[in-house]
């Protein structure tokens, strides 16, 4: 089995990159029809599920498909059941960003910019109150960009700390599977 740190780093490294990190970018075995129509290598399995895939594994196993997750978690010389672990931390991570809410700005002074964990966020709300607008342009500009950075400095802050979560889980999802 490998270390907790080689899982840590794999499992981190479904940030890097570009923002797609999360974003399907071909549908993934999403219907019986599909599971017939697609053909793929493990390399395709592997790249769509760690670097840009939903990830999602189905309850139900297909054995094409066990084949391919098989070939993946080799090809990266993890097995089946850790390559299983990161994916299914893939989906925690995904979850845990999507989710995440951070609120930059003030209401006081009339701006505020909501963010989720993603970078770059999927989820923007700013509000301008009527006050900020009399300001004038170059008050109202600096008040919204100060706004988004802030809301920007604290969504780094709640994607670090669910990096941090998902090593956590994978250290007890590992000393669980050590222990069995």
């Known amino acids: 089995m490998k270390s907790i740190s080689t899982l840590s780093v794999c499992a981190s490294l479904l940030l890097a990159g570009s923002s797609s990190a999360f974003s399907p ?3 993934f075995l999403a219907s019986s029809t599909t599971r017939n129509t697609y053909s793929r290598s493990a ?3 592997f790249q769509r599920n760690m670097f840009g895939g939903s ?3 189905e309850e139900e196993e297909d054995p094409e498909q066990e084949k391919q997750i098989a070939a993946a ?3 990266m010389g993890f097995s089946v059941k850790e390559y299983k672990l990161v994916i299914k931390m893939q989906q925690n991570l995904q979850e845990a960003t999507n989710a995440l809410r951070v ?17 770059p966020a999927k989820h923007v709300e700013v509000v ?7 300001m004038g342009k170059a008050a109202l500009e600096k008040q919204i960009v100060s706004a988004i ?3 920007s400095e604290q969504a780094q802050k709640g994607q670090a700390a669910a990096i941090q979560k998902m090593n956590q889980d994978i250290a007890t999802e590992m000393k669980g599977a050590a222990g069995q």
């Open 25 to 27: 970018s071909m549908p």
């Open 43 to 45: 390399a395709d399995v």
């Open 55 to 57: 990830g999602a594994l």
């Open 73 to 75: 978690a080799k090809s």
């Open 103 to 119: 609120t930059g700005g003030s209401a006081d002074k009339g701006v505020t910019v909501e963010l989720d964990g993603n970078s």
């Open 128 to 134: 301008i109150t009527d006050e900020a607008k009399a």
């Open 149 to 151: 950075k802030d809301a």
